[in-house]
């Protein structure tokens, strides 16, 4: 069994061999004509930032990985520079999670020579004015070597240590503050074994568990080193492993990892006084220094209808808890997004803008092994197209109705597009962000309407919905009473709807009083059909269109008694033929009705033609249409005893003078006359 002290000095003997990879960075980075001092590359390995130093100033500056992976020429970074202040008390600059805020030490007050944390955010590409941290993070004693964790929720510092007993050193002790309710907790220590007294430039990984730092141990020999701890849990670590040589006498300071977390950054001191020499060295690390494997998610989200980048927000969940594990954010110049995720882990990214819609994706470390960059460019849209049918809630049918959108927050009209493509069929326009009130409304129906509130989360670019309106009743009150006596007769009444393709027929049935009260559909033709026992059949069409109809029908029904006659006014011949039309069926039936019904009388079909044509082929014709009729009510289980048929020609005109052509049109008639009544059938 190897003791613990022997496997640490194993450890270090074996990371002995990570630095004869150590490459220094070529110029622009690293130069003759100054110092780089502090570097800092950010998580992606696109962005660094560092301090120039030359023997007269002291600048912030910034550089950007070129498409060949060569730097470009770092630029000043003026806001942050000429922040009042003395450029030379400028130092330990690092990036957050995607490079949109830098965090640095800053002496302010030289009077007071205090340092503490400032940070600067980049707004549509460019750096603002520096801010100041507020407490518990600074406090009356010197912060420095800020840094954020990739998710935004713990923050690392370094303070100055003057109970040190290190005398030969400036020494520092690390603390960490956790955000709790957007707010930043009391700072505390961290425990030994990770603070030893002489420790700064705390840096965590994107796995959110392995630290890397620089410390002064023992008997400082060896100068400053990088050293690697491992969280275990919240509060608790694993003791550190230096990634430096032991005996090695330069000093490495601030220390970056790579996006793969394969390679380390950091600033290296060669010599002492003024030939000493600070640059920014790029090292290969042996794995067991490496952080845990994550998933750089990045991409970019712009507008669905003109590719516009959208500066959204992003937050990044738990799917079973729903709690927010972490939020990023896009660059608002550009809609550019990153941010890693942790290995082992299950996730839900919302994405999302006011005004526009969200976008959500699951992602799954869970099996996890290797480094993985995944692009995930995001489109959103500011307006949901809502395909909106509107119909009779009773028969189905759809209904050119008027539609409108209120807004329900000023309950003014809507300026929306609406179009009708198809009857019924509405395709409208709405903004997302806005509470709508949708309401349709037609001529006989009354209004409908619904909410659609696009304030919330809003998914989906097509909606479809139903809107039924009701048509409007009206109480209409049908008579039936006997011609004669005056008297209400009792009988069954079909009410058919003609306002529709489909007509829709109701049977109901009249009192002993012979009074119906029943409500019918506003707007609408009904065909009322009354075919009583010992009555001729009534028939009549009731059109309430019009909004001056009568909401009331008095029928007199005509009793069946010998010699009475009912002309029958819809049965119709092909033009000099005994052809019947099919426009006859209806009248048909009705007559087939009233002879099943009333089984006890015996009828005459008496054909009629106009005076056009002589008088023996007018009465041939009719002698056809009259027996055409007949054949027809016996092909449809009417008894022959019940019927007989005869064409009397021009010879009996109802309607004179003859020669007029209304008059004529209406000679062309069949009537029905009761012959006989026989009272026991």
Not at 8 to 17: D, M
Request: net charge negative; proline share 4%.
């Amino acid at each position: 069994m190897i003791r613990p002290l022997l496997l640490q000095i194993l450890l270090f003997f074996i990371a002995g061999t990570l630095f004869s990879q150590n490459q220094n960075l070529p110029a622009p980075i690293n130069s003759p004509e100054f110092k780089t001092v502090s570097p800092y590359v950010s998580y992606d390995g696109k962005h660094l930032v560092f301090i120039q130093q030359t023997k007269n100033s002291r600048i912030l500056v910034e550089s950007k990985l070129n498409i060949d992976g060569t730097w470009s020429k770092p630029v000043s970074i003026d806001a942050i520079n000429t922040f009042d202040t003395i450029a030379y008390d400028i130092d330990a600059p690092t990036y957050n999670h995607d490079a949109t805020e830098i965090y640095f030490s800053l002496v302010y007050d030289k009077k007071d020579a205090n340092s503490d944390i400032y940070f600067s955010e980049r707004v549509n590409g460019i750096w603002q004015k520096p801010e100041k941290m507020v407490e518990p993070i600074n406090s009356s004693v010197d912060e420095y070597d800020p840094f954020i964790t990739a998710d935004s929720k713990f923050f690392y510092f370094a303070r100055r240590n003057n109970d040190s007993e290190n005398k030969k050193f400036e020494c520092f002790t690390i603390f960490v503050s956790e955000k709790r309710d957007g707010k930043w907790a009391k700072p505390i220590p961290l425990p030994e074994p990770v603070n030893d007294g002489c420790d700064r430039s705390p840096r965590v990984a994107a796995d959110g568990e392995s630290l890397y730092f620089t410390s002064i141990r023992g008997d400082g020999k060896t100068g400053a080193d990088i050293y690697f701890a491992k969280k275990i849990t919240k509060n608790a670590w694993m003791s550190p492993i230096p990634i430096d040589t032991l005996y090695n006498e330069e000093d490495e300071f601030f220390p970056s990892i790579s996006l793969s977390g394969e390679n380390l950054y950091f600033q290296q001191g060669k010599g002492k006084g003024k030939k000493r020499t600070e640059s920014l060295v790029k090292s290969k690390l042996q794995f067991q220094f490496q952080p845990e494997k994550t998933a750089h998610i990045y991409g970019i989200v712009t507008d669905l209808n003109g590719d516009k980048p959208l500066a959204a927000k992003i937050n990044v969940v738990d799917p079973n808890t729903s709690i927010i594990l972490f939020s990023a954010k896009t660059d608002e110049l550009t809609g550019e997004y990153s941010f890693f995720l942790q290995k082992g882990k299950k996730y839900r990214v919302d994405v999302y803008k006011e005004g526009y819609s969200h976008s959500f994706f699951n992602y799954s470390t869970e099996k996890l092994s290797e480094f993985v960059e995944e692009q995930r460019d995001i489109k959103l849209y500011s307006e949901i197209d809502l395909v909106l049918n509107v119909y009779d809630v009773e028969i189905f049918e759809p209904l050119s109705a008027k539609v409108q959108v209120i807004d329900m927050n000023s309950d003014k009209k809507l300026d929306v597009k609406i179009t009708e493509k198809d009857k019924g069929r509405f395709y409208i326009t709405l903004p997302i962000g806005t509470k709508c009130l949708i309401e349709a409304e037609d001529t006989h129906f009354e209004k409908n309407s619904f909410e659609l509130d696009l304030t919330e989360v809003v998914q989906f670019s097509e909606f479809e919905r139903d809107l039924e309106l009701q048509v409007k009743k009206i109480d209409y009150v049908i008579n039936l009473s006997d011609s004669e006596s005056g008297e209400g007769v009792e009988a069954l009444v079909e009410i058919t709807n003609l306002s529709t393709n489909e007509k829709i027929t109701k049977k109901v049935k009249t009192g002993k009083d012979g009074k119906l009260r029943i409500k019918l559909r506003d707007g609408t033709r009904y065909e009322i059909s009354v075919t009583p026992k010992g009555y001729a059949f009534y028939n009549t069409t009731v059109d309430l269109v019009d909004e001056n109809a009568e909401y009331s029908l008095d029928a007199k029904l005509d009793p069946l008694k010998k010699a009475t006659k009912i002309e029958l006014n819809d049965i119709n011949f092909e033009f000099n033929s005994a052809d019947i039309n099919k426009s006859s069926f209806n009248e048909l039936k009705m007559l087939i009705k009233l002879l099943k019904t009333n089984p006890q009388i015996k009828i005459e079909l008496s054909a009629h033609t106009d005076d056009v044509g002589s008088n023996a082929y007018n009465l041939k014709l009719s002698n056809k249409r009259a027996n055409s009729v007949k054949e027809f009510l016996l092909n449809n289980e009417i008894k022959e005893e019940q019927i007989v048929a005869k064409g009397y020609g021009e010879g009996k005109p109802a309607y004179l003078p003859v020669e007029d052509e209304v008059n004529r049109a209406k000679n062309r008639r069949v009537e029905l006359e009761v012959l006989e009544v026989n009272e026991n059938n």
